[in-house]
């Protein structure tokens, strides 16, 4: 009997959830996503110091002779996240995915720039758009900048997204893929009502499994890719989903595993389903987030995190310069 992982590769496209470039080797994973938590911890390995040191050394040299090692290493920071993404592209058959620097969330305009300008960077390299998808908070000020991107031929893939309104949106504005939080979900209700969930009980896999049936009931071609996760049994909750994205944890202990893995979401059925049509426009968007206190909590904190990871990479970078020869 095949293990579970290659099992799931039968009816799920598997994306590996790191920065780790050893550990995508080792799965070979159809695509792979990064997230800067992810970049932080990859660019304080030692195996990946070269990678580090060759863009800081450019970004020296790209700057003003008077230019700090803080602003050249704000600089750096903006083109390393593409540099561990043209790396992984040498090894996934797919797509990686690379972020829109986080404290950019609610600002539409600095989102697209950000967004043309990383996409730029990748081009440059000889890289199509096809390769490539631009990560992006699921705030409504992100999913507008989505809608823009992905006219001018730019594929997103929605991040930080915990609510069906943030989802409808998604599809609505025609983004190519939404990464729904599973795990960040199962946290908030653990702590919030102190009760442990397994299965189909957990709310996370609850989430996505709606959204993915509302999706397929209404055709949408945006597609769903679980994320976050904290357990295996997550994952096998929600085999048939379009895409799941796995740490390598997770993936060693799918790949190590033997037994049966029912195919749990089916578009086929999600099309005979009884679903409600949501209309969706900023004001709905804004009460529905309201009106859903973990969805609320876990987009604040998600932007704070990745924005804190961010500073904390631009701290390492900084320091890392100024050990660099002149």
């Known amino acids: 009997m095949a293990n579970l992982l290659e099992q799931l590769k039968s009816m799920t496209t598997v994306v590996s959830d790191s920065g780790d470039i050893n550990a995508i080797k080792q799965y070979k994973p159809t695509d792979a996503t990064t997230n800067p938590s992810l970049i932080a911890a990859a660019a304080g390995m030692p195996a990946y110091q070269q990678i580090v040191d060759d863009v800081l050394l450019n970004a020296r040299k790209a700057s003003p002779s008077d230019a700090s090692d803080k602003d050249v290493a704000t600089a750096a920071f903006k083109t390393l996240a593409v540099a561990f993404g043209r790396k992984i592209l040498e090894i996934v058959p797919g797509r990686v995915s690379t972020e829109v620097d986080a404290r950019l969330s609610y600002d539409t305009e600095g989102s697209l ?12 390299a000889g890289i199509g758009n096809e390769r490539v998808l631009i990560k992006l908070a699921s705030t409504w000020e992100g999913i507008k900048a989505a809608e823009i991107l992905e006219t001018e031929g730019i594929h997103c893939n929605m991040t930080l997204l915990f609510g069906l309104h943030q989802a409808v949106a998604c599809a609505e504005a ?44 209404f055709d949408y071609k945006t597609v769903v890719m679980g994320a976050s996760f904290r357990n295996s049994g997550e994952i096998k909750e929600l085999a048939g989903c379009d895409l799941l994205t796995i740490a390598p944890k997770l993936l060693e202990e799918l790949q190590t595993t033997e037994g049966d893995l029912p195919k749990k979401l089916d578009a086929e059925k999600s099309k005979a389903m009884d679903i409600e049509k949501i209309t969706i426009d900023k004001a709905t968007f804004d009460r529905m987030h309201e009106e859903n206190r973990m969805a609320h909590d876990k987009l604040k904190e998600g932007i704070e995190g990745f924005s804190k990871a961010l500073e904390e990479l631009e701290h390492l970078l900084a320091k890392r310069l100024a050990e660099l020869p002149k």
């Open 174 to 217: 025609k983004v190519t893929l939404i990464s729904p939080f599973v795990g960040r979900i199962l946290d908030w209700y653990k702590k919030d009502t102190g009760k442990d969930y397994e299965g189909a009980d957990d709310p996370g896999v609850h989430s996505v499994t709606e959204i993915y049936n509302y999706y397929k009931k």
């Open 113 to 124: 720039a950000a967004a043309r300008d990383i996409i730029k960077q990748y081009n440059d």
